[in-house]
């Protein structure tokens, strides 16, 4: 639900903070009050294109800010935000932000991060379903109307299924696709395969001993100078005047001398003794370590090619070697399945048949779950059109389904909506011919055959705030108290905001907010309040079209549900 909703610097909107109620919020005012703004501030943070002219005259922005708690859709909203490189919502609560600069560019924010207006309207479409005067033309569209039948009937696992088996027939088609090449593309790319793969298999590669061949080559490169550094080493051991042995030795006789004198001295000879050990190991291994460098130019010049060799491959096919070795099994397979074509093709046509065998009989299960909701869904929407004013109407969803190929083209002529196309038909007069919804002028109609349709969803609908603008135009008193009542009980599962004119829906609402026009500082501000019981009744009361005791009497009696 939108708990918060702040206005700043919005026509003649200075700074507002809305705080709104779960369930069924009105808004009322004169017109001209300003009653739009909620709705055009709902539609900029929802991605919809700004109009820098709505920015209020001597400010060089307009900012509008939404918090809603989201708990309920947290699961479906957080791997949305993920794909979009957004952050969570923390403790279930999304905060949206716009900012419309009347020079420079625009920016939106969603959770504190930058994004993209494309990425605000892609959130916004879990947030909230707007109905207004035009927003009802949506149940025009035959896939919208296609989604709710399907809602109706909790149906989308079948719809999913059949899609799922859309995409795997369009994957075997674009494979099909890709080996229908003319014969000089098809020898250029069996060439090439074949220059990869042998490229890549002449070259014997070896992940782990990568490491190894470029340490040799490294030790071999700097063979001479290692070299040097170990004769140096072994000279100073044993050959160079006051060597390493000679001073042992010196030290050794001058302990020889002091364990003769004392007895002491035996401990001194045997680490003596350790130390000659360690110098003679030392030698040793100093001495192999000499005998065991290759100054072989040759072998260079070899490890030198091999390692020109791995870097190209690198360069052409993966910056490691177990990509190239990837690269290298991919082309492989690729280049048998080219020079298997017709095999392969075969083959694929085969699974093509039996995708689309199993494409049909999704298709199929899904067109006749449907057909069989659509009486439901007739009964349901009637009764609800009853309710609001066509006591003798009709409603048909009018489903056609079509054979997955096409009997003139051959092509396939399903979508991952499924293979049935449907028509709302609608007749509010009796005696007359139901009409399609496209050709009913009355917008009146439409916004009643839109809310009956809300009302039959209620339960499915899992978008958790719903706001209609004054869909109740051209609605009688009577019928007025009936739309109220179907709102209130749509505000039983999801949050509801309206905006009305009319003293009956205003009075079904347990929450109730005024938009006033007022001067301030010389200037016309548009202020939004929430009523106490005692101001909603004078507001009802001017709703009805005085202020006489009358209708004061009248709107008491309507918010207690006497009338």
């Known amino acids: 639900m939108l708990t918060t909703l702040r206005i700043k610097n919005l026509a003649l909107v200075t700074d507002l903070t809305l705080e709104l109620r779960p369930g069924f919020n009105i808004v009322s005012g004169e017109t001209g009050a300003g009653k739009s703004i909620i709705i055009g501030a709902l539609n900029l943070i929802l991605g919809q294109r700004a109009d820098r002219s ?64 494309e990425a605000l309207e892609h959130v916004g479409q879990f947030l909230v379903d707007m109905h207004g005067p035009h927003d009802h033309q949506s149940l025009l569209d035959g896939a919208r109307q ?3 039948l399907d809602a109706y009937g909790n149906l989308e696992p079948l719809r999913q299924a059949f899609e799922d088996c859309l995409m795997e027939w369009r994957h075997l088609e ?35 001993a990568e490491e190894e061949l470029e340490a040799n080559y490294e030790r071999t490169l700097n063979a001479a100078k290692l070299l040097e550094l170990g004769q140096g080493a072994l000279y100073a051991l044993n050959e160079q005047d006051g060597s390493l042995w000679d001073i042992s030795g010196s030290i050794g006789r001058a302990i020889d001398s002091i364990s003769s004198l004392d007895g002491r001295g035996s401990e001194l000879h045997e680490l003596h003794q350790q130390c000659t050990q ?42 490691t070697l177990e990509q190239v070795i990837e690269f290298g099994k991919k082309a492989a397979a690729k280049l048998e399945e080219l020079e298997s074509r017709e095999e392969t093709l075969a083959h694929l046509n085969a699974d093509i048949e039996k995708q689309m065998s199993k494409l049909s009989a999704a298709g199929k299960k899904l067109s006749r779950a449907r057909q069989a909701l659509i009486p439901d869904l007739n009964k349901a929407v009637v009764a609800e059109l009853k309710d609001l004013g066509f006591k003798q109407s009709r409603f048909d969803a009018s489903l056609t389904t079509q054979p997955v190929l096409s009997s003139k083209t051959g092509h396939i002529q399903a979508t991952v909506t499924g293979l049935d196309k449907i028509d709302f038909q609608f ?61 209130k009980q749509i505000g039983q599962r999801h949050q509801v905001i309206c905006i009305t004119h009319l003293a009956p829906v ?33 507001e009802i009361a001017r709703m009805l079209g005085s202020g006489g005791k009358a209708a004061i009497k009248h709107a008491k009696a309507l918010l207690a549900g006497e009338e």
């Open 54 to 117: 709505l920015i209020r005259s001597g400010a060089d922005q307009s900012v509008v800010e939404a918090v809603f708690e989201v708990k309920p859709i947290k699961s479906l909203l957080d791997p949305v935000l993920d794909d979009l490189g957004l952050e969570p919502c923390e403790d279930g609560v999304l905060i949206l932000k716009r900012s419309i600069k009347a020079v420079g560019a625009n920016r939106q924010f969603v959770n504190g991060s930058p994004t993209t207006l």
């Open 146 to 148: 296609l989604e709710i």
């Open 174 to 208: 674009n494979h099909k696709a890709s080996l229908f090449v003319d014969e000089q593309t098809y020898a250029q790319q069996l060439e090439l395969l074949r220059h990869q793969v042998r490229e890549i298999e002449s070259a014997q590669l070896d992940p782990k």
């Open 278 to 319: 360690s110098v003679a190991d030392l030698e040793q291994a100093l001495s192999n370590y000499v005998d065991g460098l290759d100054l072989d130019p040759a072998m260079l010049h070899e490890m030198e090619e091999r390692i020109s060799v791995i870097q190209s491959l690198k360069r052409k096919y993966g910056p």
């Open 427 to 487: 007749g509010p007069n009796p005696g007359e011919p139901m009409r399609p919804l496209k050709l009913i002028a009355s917008s009146g109609e439409m916004a009643r055959v839109m809310l009956a349709l809300k009302s039959v969803l209620a339960e499915q609908d899992r978008v958790p705030l719903l706001v209609f603008d004054e869909v109740d135009a051209n609605v009688g008193g009577e019928t007025g108290k009936v739309v109220g009542e179907k709102m």
């Open 506 to 538: 205003a009075a079904a609402a347990p929450h109730h907010f005024l938009v006033e026009k007022i001067e301030k500082d010389g200037r016309t501000v548009s202020e939004i309040n929430e009523l106490s019981t005692k101001d909603r009744v004078l």
